[in-house]
């Protein structure tokens, strides 16, 4: 069965690549299916969380790069407690540091690493904190008991959300500079009925 908090096995290779977007809002559908539904840092899902939740987070903040603002490749999907924690610092990447291998959430939320650049990002964003741990220990909780006696609300709370979006329909103003990732997005694997009911 899929753990709620396990980390990606792998480094994440960006997919898309829309270029032109005015404003960093803009490029949240990309995002979305760029990082799978949820936060980089702490793993929160969408199906978790209220609407309105996360947003783009910037890993090489504005104030410091004005330039990389509305650079697709700058953006990171973050909750917004994360993205408010991180602030302007500079952080180590998320997408190369936390890892199945080298980071673990154990069944009572306790976050584990033996990697330093890992335990300096988990300690900046305090994702070893009391508040933390309690939180993943209750998701641990529920998702464990959704799996026994409600595999409807099971595969709600662990899949992946209704409202897939349809990246095929957008028209970024400069372009994609990575097309072929359309195709291996959530939206179109589920017309191909390829998407898996959990992840
Ligand atoms: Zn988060």
């Known amino acids: 069965m899929t753990f709620p908090f396990d980390y990606p096995a792998a480094q994440h290779v960006r997919r898309h690549s829309p270029r032109g977007y005015a404003d960093y809002s803009s490029f949240r559908p990309w995002l979305r299916d760029e990082f799978s539904f949820r936060c980089v840092y702490c793993l929160l899902r969408e199906q978790w969380a209220r609407h309105g939740s996360f947003g783009a987070d910037h890993f090489l903040a504005v104030a410091h790069h004005?330039?990389?603002?509305?650079?697709?490749?700058?953006?990171?999907y973050a909750c917004v407690t994360c993205n408010a924690v991180k602030s302007d610092r500079l952080l180590p990447n998320p997408v190369r540091v936390l890892l199945r291998n080298s980071v673990q959430v154990a069944a009572d939320g306790h976050i584990h690493t033996d990697d330093a650049a890992a335990a300096h990002l988990i300690e900046l964003l305090g994702l070893d904190s009391d508040h933390s741990n309690e939180f993943r220990m209750l998701w641990i909780g529920i998702i464990a008991l959704a799996a026994k006696?409600?595999?409807?609300?099971?595969?709600?709370?662990?899949g992946f959300p209704a409202d897939l979006p349809n990246l095929a329909r957008l028209r970024p103003p400069g372009g994609n500079k990575r097309p072929l990732g359309i195709e291996e997005s959530h939206h179109a694997k589920k017309l191909r009925g390829t998407l898996p009911d959990f992840y």
């Open 66 to 76: 004005p330039q990389k603002a509305t650079d697709y490749d700058n953006l990171l």
């Open 149 to 158: 006696h409600d595999p409807a609300l099971h595969r709600r709370l662990m």
